[in-house]
């Protein structure tokens, strides 16, 4: 392994135990042997936090050259972006170009690598649909399912013990959208005692745990008599100002419910203000030091990794990509044999 890869591993194994982090370890091994990315220009726009680290650390063992975008939108640990410098990753001007493009809510799709792309999640595909290159959508498979389900889930509940949201035993939570996010913040909100409603469009009342109540979030009397009744509310839809004109403003000012967007976009729309939504109406998991757990996010890092790889293959169709199958069994192996005790028994989540 190089020296900045090594460099990289010695300062997260002070934070992080080997168990929580065995595909992105064993990629970043595999790798600096065949240095499969040796001589390749890659521009990554991960979230940069303490365990995106470990993301780096296997593409500078591949033997790419790192760079990270001078500019996004995306949430960063400043702390962490300082280290940067001191580890070999490099941050991108106006005049580098790349061959590859490790994306993340389509911030970098205005640029054109030789290669292609990855997209890191859902909220970037549109951003490509007009595309000249490849680009392979980690959040197609099966393993994003851990992050935005297992991880997102707990991490919500982590940002709201933070906030001093402890107690939550039968108190109320009603969660629009019941597709990746919304599955995981059910589980630990069942984990709490918590009461809880799925609001969705489609009819979910035979995917619903036991216990759990459905309404349909297009009957906007019910949910917004839900709402006021709720002790929180959260949004999980994953659509921009899909709660435009349905929350109604007088609803949200004259009940004291919490109000928490868990989506990338703004999904309670413009009627109601950023102040009255838990940090500003930005993923409540971002005020975290670390948003997402090293265990639940790191086959998701290690799969978007090995998307770079999969974009060497000559001739790939210019449209948006799924992950490869074989891919993702064998990373998912090493997260289930190798990895921590939610991630032994990640079938009674996912099903595999």
């Known amino acids: 392994?190089?020296?900045?890869?090594?460099?990289?591993?010695?300062?997260?194994?002070?934070?992080?135990?080997?168990?929580?982090?065995?595909?992105?370890?064993?990629?970043?091994?595999?790798?600096?042997?065949?240095?499969?990315?040796?001589?390749?220009?890659?521009?990554?726009?991960?979230?940069?936090?303490?365990?995106?680290?470990?993301?780096?650390?296997?593409?500078?063992?591949?033997?790419?050259?790192?760079?990270?975008?001078?500019?996004?939108?995306?949430?960063?640990?400043?702390?962490?972006?300082?280290?940067?410098?001191?580890?070999?990753?490099?941050?991108?001007?106006?005049?580098?170009?790349?061959?590859?493009?490790?994306?993340?809510?389509?911030?970098?799709?205005?640029?054109?690598?030789?290669?292609?792309?990855?997209?890191?999640?859902?909220?970037?595909?549109?951003?490509?649909?007009?595309?000249?290159?490849?680009?392979?959508?980690?959040?197609?498979?099966i393993i994003k399912r851990i992050e935005t389900g297992l991880g997102t889930g707990e991490s919500m509940f982590r940002a709201l013990a933070q906030l001093g949201y402890e107690e939550l035993q039968g108190k109320s939570i009603a969660v629009v959208g019941y597709g990746k996010v919304g599955r995981g913040i059910v589980h630990y909100a069942r984990k709490h005692g918590m009461n809880i409603f799925v609001l969705d469009t489609a009819d979910k009342t035979a995917e619903l745990p036991e216990g759990v109540s459905f309404i349909n979030v297009n009957d906007t009397e019910a949910l917004n008599s839900c709402a006021a009744a709720a002790w929180c509310l959260v949004t999980a839809t994953g659509r921009i100002n899909a709660l435009h004109n349905k929350l109604h403003a007088d609803t949200v000012f004259n009940h004291p419910t919490i109000l928490i967007n868990m989506g990338v976009d703004d999904e309670f729309g413009t009627k109601i203000p950023r102040e009255r939504v838990l940090n500003a109406k930005k993923p409540l998991n971002f005020i975290l030091e670390e948003p997402t757990r090293m265990c639940f996010i790191e086959t998701t890092m290690a799969l978007h990794n090995a998307c770079a790889l999969e974009l060497l293959t000559a001739d790939l169709p210019r449209k948006c990509l799924t992950p490869p199958p074989d891919v993702e069994e064998r990373l998912l192996a090493i997260a289930v044999s190798q990895g921590c005790a939610e991630m032994r028994h990640l079938h009674l989540f996912l099903g595999v």
């Open 1 to 141: 392994m190089n020296e900045h890869a090594q460099a990289i591993h010695n300062f997260l194994s002070n934070h992080y135990a080997a168990e929580e982090w065995p595909t992105l370890r064993l990629q970043a091994e595999q790798w600096a042997a065949t240095q499969p990315l040796k001589g390749l220009k890659l521009l990554d726009a991960t979230p940069i936090y303490r365990n995106s680290l470990a993301k780096f650390a296997a593409l500078l063992a591949a033997g790419a050259d790192l760079y990270v975008p001078a500019r996004t939108t995306m949430p960063r640990n400043e702390e962490t972006a300082r280290l940067l410098p001191g580890f070999g990753i490099k941050t991108a001007s106006k005049e580098d170009s790349f061959d590859i493009i490790l994306d993340c809510a389509g911030s970098c799709a205005h640029l054109l690598p030789s290669l292609g792309y990855a997209e890191l999640t859902r909220s970037g595909v549109a951003k490509y649909e007009r595309t000249k290159r490849p680009v392979i959508v980690a959040d197609s498979g």
